[in-house]
């Protein structure tokens, strides 16, 4: 399942994958891969992320429950 919240919070702030990879320390293929759910984000580049975002880890991985 991609990861709809992330895509767009990249999105807002402008930045590429490639941009987020450089952070993460990861490859660009290997970024691509977890934003679209391929695999999993690690919970240290999960808190990363966050961070990044200046946000909470529910505001980008989790989805509201109704």
């Keep these: 399942m991609s990861n709809t919240k992330l895509y767009v919070a990249r ?3 402008r930045l ?10 990861i490859s660009s293929q290997s970024y691509f891969r ?8 690690t919970q240290h580049e999960m808190v990363m ?10 505001d980008l991985f989790w989805e509201e429950a109704n």
Excluded: H, P, V
Aim: glycine fraction near 4%; aromatic fraction near 6%.
């Design 11 to 13: 999105r807002e702030s």
């Design 16 to 25: 590429r994958q490639k941009d987020l990879a450089e952070k993460l320390n």
């Design 34 to 41: 977890k934003e679209n759910g391929i695999t999993a984000f």
């Design 49 to 58: 992320l966050a961070k990044i975002f200046k946000c909470t880890l529910d």
